[in-house]
């Protein structure tokens, strides 16, 4: 049932049986000076342009990078923010209105930065009490009006927040019960959601300096995952069990489904939807590094697919140009002394066999993948050589053939 629905839903988007195509993956930035990490890539309102950005450190100073792909070529990089202090929990938010955010933490300051129809605007500084928080982390989305939602959790383990309205941050609102301690928290166009010693909850951040209103989601101990970029999906481990469920947003309630009924402990979930918001896709990671991915075809979850036996960051889209879904994680096979980039391509009625992005390295870490509507693709990682002591960011790029 769940194949025959996606082999309808296939057909009547593109009757094409176009799968993509990947290039050599380039260097965009290599040294033996700084240490780079934390990538993230987007494509521009211009559907074959993208955006990069970055974070590169040394000993007494830390820089924030980007480079712009302008269709033919990748701009030289040029930096976004630079400090004498640490620069730690860089969090990126997506949304409609081609804005898209990125947030960071540096000398106990939550900022932010705007990037809108190609350009970057002047970095935000936030209210916030930090003190002394540096590695706090920061839960940020954008709603759907292009304002830039931002929440993290203060040293009394509090749910914080502040919306961006044009370039003026709101004050700094609540958003947990008062006197629960938060553990994590996920932001999403007009919902966080957080977790306690009591379950799992939600509010609409949206509707601060108003009457905030509380929903619990799950009664019991468990840990949210990830929420989708439109809000409408969440996955979580129930504690007791150690199930993996996932909660859908649907006619103004939410609804619940046991996605992996195997006790396990998991790590480093996605979730990702289609254009027609019937189309789900997740992907997650078991302590022992084994990759798992699991179809959602509007009614049921498929029997979750082991697609590798020894990996990390697994990262996963669905191409709205065609349904297909793209699956992609870092090997790290004990056996095999270097990491590669791997990806796997779901077409009815199967998922293709695992091919390489990149070549083999001891470090590589960061994966991030995005997709346009016409089915382009990209994905980004960091690279770490120890012999000569280079750190670099490299891009792969893939279309539709």
Same mark, same amino acid.
């Given at each position: 049932?769940?194949?025959?629905?996606?082999?309808?839903?296939?057909?009547? +988007?593109?009757?094409?049986?176009?799968? $993509?195509?990947?290039?050599? %993956?380039?260097?965009?930035?290599?040294?033996?000076?700084?240490? /780079?990490?934390?990538?993230?890539?987007?494509?521009?309102?211009m559907?074959?342009?993208?955006?990069?950005?970055?974070?590169?450190?040394?000993?007494?100073?830390?820089?924030?990078? &980007?480079?712009?792909?302008?269709?033919?070529?990748?701009?030289?990089?040029?930096?976004?923010?630079?400090?004498?202090?640490?620069?730690?929990?860089?969090?990126?938010?997506?949304?409609? @209105?081609?804005?898209? /955010?990125?947030?960071?933490?540096?000398?106990? &300051?939550?900022?932010?930065?705007?990037?809108?129809?190609?350009?970057?605007?002047?970095t !935000?500084?936030?209210?916030?009490?930090?003190?002394?928080?540096?590695?706090?982390?920061l839960?940020?989305? /954008?709603?759907?009006?292009?304002?830039?939602? !931002?929440?993290?959790?203060?040293?009394?383990?509090?749910?914080?927040?502040?919306?961006?309205?044009?370039?003026?941050?709101?004050?700094?609102?609540?958003?947990n019960?008062?006197?629960?301690?938060?553990?994590?928290?996920l932001?999403?166009?007009?919902?966080?959601?957080?977790?306690?010693? #009591?379950?799992?909850?939600?509010? =609409?951040?949206?509707?601060?300096?108003?009457?905030?209103?509380?929903?619990?989601?799950?009664?019991?101990?468990?840990? %949210?995952?990830?929420?989708?970029? #439109?809000?409408?999906?969440?996955?979580?481990? #129930?504690?007791?069990?150690?199930?993996?469920?996932?909660?859908?947003?649907?006619?103004?309630?939410?609804?619940?489904? !046991?996605?992996?009924?195997?006790?396990?402990?998991?790590?480093?979930?996605?979730?990702?939807?289609?254009?027609?918001? @019937?189309?789900?896709?997740? !992907?997650?990671?078991?302590?022992?590094?084994?990759?798992?991915? &699991?179809?959602? #075809?509007?009614?049921?979850?498929?029997?979750?697919?082991?697609?590798?036996?020894?990996?990390?960051?697994?990262?996963?889209?669905?191409?709205?140009?065609?349904?297909? $879904?793209?699956?992609?994680?870092?090997?790290?096979?004990?056996?095999?002394?270097?990491?590669?980039?791997?990806?796997?391509?779901?077409?009815?009625?199967?998922?293709?066999s695992?091919?390489?992005?990149?070549?083999?390295?001891? @470090?590589?870490?960061d994966l991030?993948?995005?997709?346009?509507?016409l089915? =382009? /693709?990209?994905?980004?990682?960091?690279?770490?050589?120890?012999?000569?002591?280079?750190?670099? +960011?490299?891009?792969?790029?893939?279309?539709?053939?």
């Amino acid at each position: 049932m769940f194949f025959l629905k996606w082999m309808v839903i296939f057909f009547s +988007v593109h009757a094409l049986p176009a799968a $993509v195509h990947w290039s050599p %993956p380039e260097i965009l930035f290599s040294s033996t000076e700084y240490t /780079v990490e934390a990538p993230y890539i987007f494509f521009d309102e211009m559907p074959n342009q993208l955006e990069l950005v970055w974070l590169v450190s040394k000993e007494g100073q830390s820089s924030l990078l &980007s480079s712009h792909f302008n269709g033919t070529t990748w701009l030289r990089p040029t930096t976004l923010y630079t400090t004498a202090a640490t620069i730690s929990s860089l969090s990126f938010g997506r949304g409609c @209105e081609e804005t898209n /955010v990125l947030c960071w933490i540096s000398s106990e &300051s939550v900022l932010a930065a705007k990037y809108r129809r190609g350009i970057w605007c002047n970095t !935000i500084t936030l209210p916030n009490g930090l003190e002394n928080q540096q590695n706090t982390h920061l839960s940020t989305a /954008v709603s759907k009006t292009g304002n830039p939602l !931002i929440a993290w959790q203060d040293k009394n383990c509090q749910l914080q927040g502040v919306t961006l309205n044009q370039e003026t941050p709101s004050p700094v609102y609540h958003l947990n019960k008062n006197g629960q301690k938060v553990v994590s928290s996920l932001m999403g166009p007009n919902i966080a959601i957080y977790n306690t010693e #009591d379950g799992v909850f939600s509010v =609409d951040p949206l509707s601060y300096p108003s009457l905030i209103q509380h929903a619990q989601l799950f009664p019991l101990p468990a840990t %949210p995952f990830c929420l989708s970029i #439109d809000g409408s999906i969440f996955l979580f481990e #129930d504690h007791r069990s150690h199930y993996l469920i996932g909660g859908h947003w649907k006619e103004g309630k939410w609804f619940y489904q !046991i996605i992996d009924p195997v006790s396990r402990n998991r790590m480093n979930a996605c979730v990702t939807t289609g254009a027609n918001q @019937e189309n789900i896709a997740s !992907i997650w990671q078991t302590t022992t590094g084994m990759i798992y991915t &699991s179809l959602w #075809d509007g009614a049921s979850w498929t029997i979750p697919k082991m697609q590798y036996h020894k990996g990390t960051c697994p990262r996963i889209l669905i191409l709205s140009y065609n349904q297909h $879904v793209l699956a992609a994680w870092i090997s790290c096979d004990p056996n095999l002394k270097e990491a590669v980039v791997m990806v796997s391509e779901w077409s009815f009625p199967q998922w293709t066999s695992p091919i390489c992005l990149s070549p083999p390295g001891e @470090e590589i870490s960061d994966l991030q993948i995005s997709a346009n509507e016409l089915g =382009d /693709v990209v994905a980004v990682w960091t690279r770490q050589i120890k012999e000569t002591h280079h750190a670099m +960011v490299e891009v792969a790029r893939g279309v539709l053939f």
